[in-house]
């Protein structure tokens, strides 16, 4: 069967998908210069409903929730964010006018543009709904269209987000000749985890491009960062399949202080890592692009403690639990 085959099948009144955020563990950054990182899915994620609609507008993306709140549209009266107008238009390249007519309906309890893969699970959730909507089977362009959207995002992303996000499960990740590899990381024990949101970060696209702009001046400093890097993601594996999770702590520390050598951290991010440090947690860092965004603090039972800590410092916080 051809896609214009599925396209003209009776289809659903509506699809509903879903997909999670996700945590980096170690490796952010270094891992578009070949580094291994570690990413997992989290129990925060976007879900999404896609259904027909009547009106003259096109295809129309509505923010119920956290993610957004708002419609936008390609007609000229629909405001909000220009990138989301970049996503509609890709979407009618990519699906044709049979995508004209459809709503879709964006919810979730992911903050946005806070390193926790709000863009990704946007992205994966958008392309399973709509492929759900026309009842058509995952295929190898799937990822294709995931990969575009995020490149809408991110500019050039390493693969890291889309992939743990799509697979829902634990994974080492290393780009690798051209192309890259990731393998599934078995969980010992769970892991559950401190968020605090040290403000909105500049976009991951603007981190990365700033970030090459100082390695271009600091090239050999920059290398031994990531070589650095490199070997605390295979220490941490190792920690996390034996259940070691004091050490998987310690090794978070490690990477902060390096991504604090990265410029990359704030002061708000560094005072969360040093509340969630001296009130027990096991270790803390910022995870995804920084320059804001969140802090992940590993816990070891005194949640409740550690959470009101961060709120009490004034940052938006939750308790996330590693769902693969
Ligand atoms: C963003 O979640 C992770 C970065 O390493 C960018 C990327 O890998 O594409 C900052």
Redesign the pocket.
């Known amino acids: 069967m051809n896609l214009a085959d599925y396209y003209n099948k009776p289809r659903a009144d509506i699809a509903f998908s879903y997909a999670p955020g996700k945590v980096?563990l170690v490796g952010?950054?270094a891992?578009?210069y070949g580094s291994q990182a570690i990413a997992m899915p989290i129990d925060s994620g976007i879900r999404i409903a896609v259904l027909s609609h009547a009106s003259s507008k096109g295809p129309v993306i509505r923010g119920v929730g956290s993610f957004f709140m708002g419609e936008i549209s390609l007609s000229s009266d629909s405001s909000g964010p220009t990138i989301l107008k970049e996503v509609l238009n890709y979407l009618i390249v990519a699906f044709g006018s049979k995508i004209k007519n459809l709503l879709f309906i964006v919810d979730g309890n992911l903050p946005p543009g806070s390193?926790l893969?709000s863009s990704g699970s946007f992205s994966v959730a958008l392309v399973k709904g709509i492929y759900r909507y026309f009842s058509r089977p995952l295929d190898k362009m799937f990822e294709e269209y995931v990969l575009e959207l995020e490149k809408i995002f991110?500019g050039s992303?390493?693969g890291?987000?889309h992939t743990v996000i799509m697979g829902e499960k634990s994974i080492g990740f290393k780009k690798e000749g051209g192309g890259c590899v990731s393998w599934p990381i078995a969980l010992k024990k769970p892991i559950k985890l401190l968020v605090g949101v040290a403000g909105p970060h500049l976009g991951?696209k603007n981190?990365?491009a700033n970030l090459l702009e100082r390695k271009k001046r600091h090239g050999i400093a920059y290398q031994n960062i990531f070589n650095g890097l490199d070997s605390v993601a295979k220490e941490m594996e190792e920690s996390l399949s034996k259940g070691y999770l004091a050490g998987v702590g310690e090794l978070m520390n490690i990477a902060q202080g390096y991504l604090n050598a990265l410029s990359v951290s704030t002061p708000q991010i560094e005072k969360l890592c040093s509340i969630a440090r001296d009130r027990g947690a096991l270790g803390a860092k910022l995870t995804?692009?920084g320059g804001g965004g969140a802090v992940i603090a590993l816990l070891d039972g005194n949640e409740s403690e550690l959470l009101n800590s961060f709120k009490a410092a004034g940052y938006q916080s939750f308790i996330t639990e590693v769902v693969g």
């Open positions: 980096i952010e950054h891992v578009v390193g893969g991110h992303p390493s890291i987000d991951t981190a990365v995804g692009a």
